[in-house]
């Protein structure tokens, strides 16, 4: 072979191998951070997550690849699992689980986008710079969870005026969880009512801390952490053997048997999360994104359960409910 067509095949050789590799970069990767379970009772939110993507072209397996990391609701495994996306070079992070994912990927990178969804307020726990311009690399959505919870007291309270004692069940290991136990135990004192702290880390202590629930007779509760999520059926399944009236922060839980929940729309929060990564993906910035919060809530009730605890729902509530499940 002479030396011209030797080169020849060397350099046809290098294009292929090279477009090879471009084709496999091609296609970009998403790295998906989440403190939930994979993806059980999480699986609608995934399902409109991906929706949101197809919205702006991208079809999971198609033209973008999706790197899954739960934390099956173990805070310690979320820095671990953020290095790893990171390493792995992915294009942009979406975290979900509130504040403890995001701030994961923050700590992990400066440079790779990250779109997050928190409960809690997202300037106070320093993942932006302000809602309308977040610089740096992150921008998201807050469903306003904690800020919620004086909300979902005052709801309780109507539903079950009798009540002077009621429990608030939290995480202690999530960090927002000291903010929201001062703002329940503020809007507590503000109508007279004592508040009860319940503390559950797994399904054990969930369990120990429904027994303690009763045996201090607390006539109602509120339930707050993204863990109870995933707990949703065992929480509705101990609310009905102690006869325990309880708000919680997604729609789905009542329509699992809670009674009452009052909330943002988590799927529709999920589709918008899809829309921001695609145009992320696309070529937008963070930094020119702004946060978004929910304007419209949603107010569900279980008929059923009511009547099982005995409860008359007052027509203020059912008038104002979006859901009524009979």
């Known amino acids: 072979m002479r030396r011209r067509e030797l080169l020849l095949v060397m350099t046809t050789g290098m294009i292929s191998v090279g477009t090879v590799r471009a084709q496999k970069k091609a296609m970009p990767v998403i790295g998906f951070l989440g403190l939930a379970s994979p993806p059980g009772p999480f699986a609608p939110a995934v399902a409109a997550f991906r929706q949101g993507l197809r919205e702006t072209g991208y079809v999971e397996g198609e033209n973008v690849a999706v790197e899954y990391r739960w934390a099956e609701d173990h805070y310690d495994r979320l820095p671990t699992a953020a290095a790893d996306l990171v390493a792995r070079q992915v294009d942009v992070i979406v975290t979900q689980g509130s504040m403890p994912p995001a701030l994961a990927a923050k700590n992990a990178t400066r440079t790779i986008p990250i779109v997050f969804n928190t409960g809690a307020d997202p300037v106070a726990a ?22 919620l919870m004086p909300k979902r007291l005052e709801l309780l309270t ?27 135990q503020e809007a507590a004192h503000a109508k007279g009512l004592q508040l009860e702290i319940l503390k559950a880390s797994d399904e054990g ?24 999520f995933t707990q949703r059926e065992q929480l509705v399944a101990l609310a009905a053997q102690h006869a325990v009236p309880a708000i919680y922060e997604a729609r789905e839980t009542v329509e699992a048997g809670g009674l009452i929940s009052y909330a943002t729309s988590s799927t529709g929060i999920w ?24 304007t419209t809530f949603e107010l569900a009730v279980n008929l059923k359960t009511a009547k099982a605890l005995r409860l008359t729902v007052p027509p203020s509530i059912l008038a104002r409910a979006d859901e009524v499940i009979e």
């Open 205 to 228: 202590e969930i369990d120990t801390a429904f027994a303690s629930l009763a045996q201090a007779k607390a006539d109602a509760l509120l339930a707050s952490d993204p863990f109870f």
């Open 158 to 184: 109507e539903l079950v005026p009798q009540a002077r004692l009621i429990a608030l069940l939290v995480k202690p290991d999530n960090p927002e969880t000291e903010r929201i136990v001062n703002d329940v």
């Open 126 to 147: 320093g993942l932006v710079a302000s809602l309308a311009r977040p610089g740096g690399n992150l921008t998201g959505f807050t469903m306003i969870h904690a800020a």
């Open 271 to 294: 589709r918008e999360i899809g829309i921001y990564t695609g145009r992320i993906l696309n070529g937008a910035k963070p930094a020119d994104l702004p946060v978004q919060q929910p």
